[in-house]
């Protein structure tokens, strides 16, 4: 492994230390009955440690030019199964898991789409055990009270008993990573009963809109944004309804149509809570979108958006919330590639994707009295294009999608921002609460 060229972009840090990699197996109680799932291989250290300890090792490992190594190992250790390819992509049921074990040192970056993945299957974990930033561990273990308590908190702690069991500092990882990591040990319970686990998030969210708030407050509050909304549409409808002869006959018919509408307003924002749930997870691409991305036949396609930029754990769930769906837009060198794409996806049925070709898309920027105004005041972080790095080639790409959207630390600070600069931009804060324009 002397040679071997870390890379970056897929947060490649390896553990050397038997002794350490023992340990982190101990933490995870792996016994020599069980099944162990290991997300990211890496190097094979941690693969192999648990190879002896267990009966049977399902290893994932993105790396292609890892698969030497891994290979090398699995002769000589014959319980070991490896999966070259994205885990995130993977297809969980069809390993066929019960009561397995969790145990991954993973990339920082996606950290939260994998816990989140691992949920949706929980009934196939008997425990969790996962290397991660330690400033993430905390946040996933504090106390109710405590000041890393948040949004994750709650929604992990409703169905898992989480714990820190150990501290792994910077220096035992090769290359070493700028912060400290941690293991955050998970063991579901059954202490709460949720029936639609979606809604409960989305409620916890509503609950965390605005921190520094009452719990009260913030849902009397979104009360009374529906109440004062339903004012101002029938106050509208009076002032309409005056000039209509036949006012008694189409009034009625008006505010059943409205409350209707009311109806149809709050099921869409709960589905909407739940795309963006399902954005930041990354879950799945759709069927699309994957048979353009592996068609090696298609020219000129390079990648989704969203694979093309890298971004520090504290700035990803604002970036991702700032993308939104569009983070599964397809890039590709221009618009007639993108006809030859969409050609290939109706004569095989395959459905739609959104393309983006790079001689088309314009860029869009924050004007700079804009900037002068935002820049001096509490919690403004930046630009939200300006916080992630990519390849200049796909400058124009990134700006279009990001280059006109504020990134604010908190929802209060945001609502301050957004007065000032007369609400002409979107704002988007690091717990993923957005201001849309006005």
Do not use: W
């Amino acid at each position: 492994m002397e040679k071997f060229n870390f890379k970056k972009n897929l947060g490649q840090n390896f553990i050397f230390d038997k002794n350490l990699l023992r340990a982190i197996a101990r933490a995870g109680d792996v016994e020599k009955s069980d099944v162990v799932l290991e997300i990211g291989a890496g190097a094979g250290t941690l693969t192999e440690v648990l190879a002896e300890m267990s009966s049977k090792v399902i290893s994932f490992e993105i790396d292609e030019s890892l698969r030497l190594t891994l290979e090398s190992l699995r002769d000589k250790y014959k319980n070991i199964e490896f999966h070259f390819q994205d885990f995130m992509a993977a297809d969980i049921d069809s390993l066929n898991l019960s009561s397995a074990r969790v145990i991954a040192n993973i990339p920082y970056y996606i950290t939260t789409p994998i816990v989140f993945k691992l949920i949706d299957h929980i009934k196939k974990f008997k425990s969790i055990l996962i290397l991660v930033q330690k400033e993430v561990a905390e946040r996933f273990a504090s106390n109710c009270g405590g000041k890393e308590y948040g949004i994750t908190s709650v929604i992990l702690q409703s169905i898992f008993d989480v714990s820190i069991p150990r501290i792994v500092k910077k220096e035992c990882f090769t290359p070493s990573p700028k912060v400290d990591s941690a293991l955050v040990k998970m063991i579901p319970h059954n202490k709460y009963k949720i029936s639609d686990f979606e809604k409960f998030k989305s409620f916890i969210h509503l609950c965390f809109s605005m921190r520094r708030k009452t719990l009260i407050n913030n849902l009397k509050n979104e009360l009374v944004t529906i109440e004062e909304n339903s004012s101002n549409v029938l106050q509208k409808l009076d002032i309409e309804n005056k000039s209509l002869n036949n006012i008694k006959s189409t009034k009625s018919d008006l505010e059943k149509k409205l409350q209707e509408n009311l109806k149809l307003e709050n099921n869409l924002n709960i589905k909407i809570e739940s795309l963006k749930y399902s954005i930041e997870n990354n879950s799945s691409l759709p069927i699309a979108v994957k048979k353009i991305l592996d068609n090696p036949k298609l020219r000129g396609v390079h990648n989704i958006i969203g694979n093309l930029f890298d971004v520090e754990e504290k700035y990803s769930l604002a970036i991702s919330v700032a993308l939104g769906a569009g983070v599964t837009n397809i890039v590709v060198d221009n618009e007639y590639m993108a006809k030859e794409a969409i050609s290939y996806l109706k004569e095989n049925k395959l459905g739609r994707a959104t393309f983006f070709p790079l001689n088309i898309i314009k860029p869009k920027y924050v004007d700079n009295d804009t900037i002068n105004i935002a820049k001096p005041l509490a919690g403004f972080i930046g630009i939200a294009s300006n916080l992630i790095s990519y390849d200049r080639k796909y400058q124009d790409i990134i700006l279009n999608q990001l280059g006109n959207i504020l990134v604010v630390d908190n929802i209060d600070n945001a609502n301050i921002i957004s007065k000032a600069i007369g609400g002409r931009y979107r704002i988007v804060t690091l717990d993923g609460e957005l201001l849309h324009v006005g």
